[in-house]
């Protein structure tokens, strides 16, 4: 109870302008939503030229498994895949670059500059979709033209990563892996949310809901991330200063190569995190393909309901964090566990043919969350203060890279085997997750040797002063008063002379 109760403090401690969780939430919502729908309509797309009958094509996109839309599928197959092929290479691409910038730029001046940017962005995309379903057949070209300028304004990536990096500044090292944790939980509750609505309008509703809910909840979230949100006095940094690309990549860079004992770890992590993110990308890549095709032929509303206990199963793993917390369970240990599941549940996939074995299968793939949030947050508590926006957003090109293998190269390998063997990508995914999860047990073995970094490390101390105005320095809920004995009323022990008060 006591531990519950003062990580739920540590949330709830802070007023409004503070809570970044509930954004998460709504933002993942609207991705997930737009995502879904951005990939049916294209594919409705590609089917509308061949057959001109839209009543078709929507009954097709929901029952892919009949026998009048079979044929159909299987001609927009090969176009609807290299269009997502090159829309994750653009995405990744420019991902990558304008990532460099984002998390110098959210070190040097705030967070919420790139928080409002990312959401202003999807609003936009969003619209384009909107437009989209109401005018049939917009060309190509204008896809990739909304994917740019998304990504060019941060993505769902670059919103992630200031988010994670605005958590680390107001958490301490001690709750920051439930605070993490909790945020990685809205992020999971908002895809869970955004999958089941989304399938929801698109069956039952007009063509253009999906697009206009998420317009409309953009517009909300635009609205609380640019009158409520503010920025934690130790992300900001003075505003005078001009941004070079030159200076970015070179503090980027001095995230890994800079001076410091826990180098080793940096890199230990950082690949550990590449490679679990990898598996875990192309698994949900190749698996509603996987089951779609023989010798399966499994119907969409049967894929979806495994897929939803995969993803019921990763929030509520997320959420358990804090009571493993609690039990002092080790963070390596619980890191270690996720890997080793999602590394048993790939193996399950290679040889299951029952729906049984496939659910065993997904709830043991559902602790992949836990291990992505431990890595987060145990690589925050490695680098400096001043850094930590630089750190994510690596971590987000290392998203956009392992898009990038997943996409290209892992499926292509998933596309060329799975007549003679549809198993033997999991088989990959098997062996990188048992990677990761050694290098996660090498992690904990050097920080049992180095031990944990605490708040005084002279190597993370934050080195240079952030100017803040006076009257940002305390609000006026802020303010203490003390009697003459010294006691205050919320708690804080202040010392003071007989006589004086402080207020």
């Not at 998390?103 to 962005?121: H, K, N, P, Q, S």
């Not at 894929?303 to 019921?312: E, V």
């Not at 270690?336 to 065993?360: D, E, K, N, P, Q």
Request: hydrophobic share 45%.
């Amino acid at each position: 109870h006591y531990y519950i109760t003062n990580n739920l403090r540590a949330i709830m401690i802070y007023s409004p302008r503070y809570l970044v969780e509930p954004v998460m939430l709504f933002f993942m919502y609207t991705y997930i939503m737009q995502l879904i729908f951005y990939s049916g309509i294209f594919q409705a797309d590609v089917w509308y030229e061949q057959t001109k009958n839209q009543s078709l094509v929507r009954h097709c996109l929901y029952h892919k498994s009949e026998e009048i839309c079979q044929n159909l599928s299987e001609n927009g197959t090969q176009e609807f895949s290299t269009f997502n092929m090159y829309i994750s290479i653009e995405s990744s691409l420019v991902g990558i670059v304008v990532n460099l910038l984002v998390g110098y730029i959210a070190d040097r001046v705030a967070r919420t500059t790139i928080l409002r940017v990312t959401v202003f962005t999807s609003i936009f995309s969003s619209a384009v979709l909107l437009v989209n379903s109401l005018v049939m057949q917009m060309p190509k070209y204008i896809y990739y033209i909304a994917v740019f300028i998304a990504y060019f304004g941060g993505g769902f990536g670059a919103f992630m990563g200031t988010a994670m990096a605005y958590i680390s500044d107001i958490a301490d090292k001690n709750s920051r892996t439930s605070r993490i944790a909790i945020a990685d939980g809205m992020l999971q509750l908002g895809a869970m949310f955004g999958t089941f609505v989304s399938g929801l309008l698109m069956s039952h509703a007009t063509w253009y809901s999906t697009p206009l809910l998420c317009v409309s909840v953009n517009l909300c979230l635009g609205f609380y991330v640019l009158f409520v949100i503010r920025d934690p006095q130790r992300a900001k940094k003075p505003r005078s200063e001009s941004v070079s690309f030159k200076e970015a990549f070179s503090q980027m860079v001095d995230v890994y190569t800079g001076p410091s004992r826990y180098r080793a770890r940096i890199y230990i992590l950082s690949a550990a995190y590449l490679l679990h993110f990898t598996a875990f990308l192309s698994y949900a890549g190749f698996f509603v393909n996987y089951l779609l095709l023989p010798p399966f032929n499994w119907p969409a509303d049967k894929i979806g309901l495994i897929s939803s206990i995969s993803s019921i199963a990763n929030f509520l793993m997320v959420i358990l964090v804090p009571f493993m917390k609690m039990a002092r369970i080790p963070e390596t240990l619980i890191a270690a566990i996720s890997c080793g599941m999602c590394c048993l549940g790939f193996g399950v996939v290679t040889i299951a043919r029952s729906f049984t074995l496939m659910t065993v299968a997904n709830l043991l793939k559902g602790g992949s969350g836990v291990a992505l949030a431990l890595y987060r947050s145990r690589l925050s508590k490695v680098v400096k203060p001043t850094q930590y926006g630089q750190l994510f957003m690596l971590l987000n090109c290392f998203e956009s890279l392992a898009t990038l293998i997943s996409s290209v190269g892992l499926y292509q390998v998933y596309l060329y085997t799975r007549k003679w063997f549809p198993g033997f990508a999991f088989t990959i995914l098997v062996v990188l997750e048992a990677v990761a999860l050694v290098l996660t047990l090498w992690d904990g073995w050097l920080a049992r040797l180095q031990g944990e970094p605490d708040h005084m490390d002279p190597e993370l101390l934050q080195e240079d002063q952030q100017e803040v105005d006076d009257d940002e320095l305390l609000s006026p809920d802020d303010y203490v008063s003390t009697s003459e004995n010294g006691q205050v009323n919320n708690g804080l022990e202040i010392e003071v002379n007989p006589g004086r008060s402080i207020n």
